[in-house]
């Protein structure tokens, strides 16, 4: 069983940057985490997974260059470092931790067996 919960989201100018958290309790080595994202009446979408061993990380093309996915093994987080905000990036952000390793199931948020709260991203001047 693995518990995820998501924080550092907030109100952000274009442009600017957010750092989110995904602390997660349980044995979590073996798991690939994702972060997805679903903005008003829109399908969850995918943005980024990273196997928790290491290995290559898989990003959405309308975050690459701009987010980074990061860990931290002594504390349990995963990280989502977001630059260069623009108003489309506005949603709810979720990590998720499954055992699925392959792309595109990596994007595929079924593909997932725990779910984080949420946490909301603005993007607004």
């Known amino acids: 069983q693995v518990q995820l919960v998501e924080s550092g989201g907030g109100l952000v100018q274009p442009g600017g940057s957010l750092r989110l958290s995904c602390a997660a309790s349980?044995?979590?080595?073996?798991?690939?985490m994702g972060w997805f994202r679903q903005a008003p009446g829109k399908e969850r979408e995918f943005v980024v997974a990273d196997q928790w061993s290491g290995g290559s990380a898989y990003y959405a093309d309308s975050v690459k260059g701009r987010f980074t996915i990061s860990r931290d093994n002594a504390k349990n987080t995963v990280y989502l470092q977001m630059n260069n905000l623009k108003p489309e990036d506005t949603a709810i952000y979720y990590c998720a931790a499954g055992f699925v390793v392959d792309y595109p199931g990596v994007t595929i948020p079924s593909r997932y067996l725990y779910w984080g709260q949420g946490t909301q991203v603005t993007v607004s001047s």
């Open positions: 349980g044995r979590t080595f073996s798991y690939t």
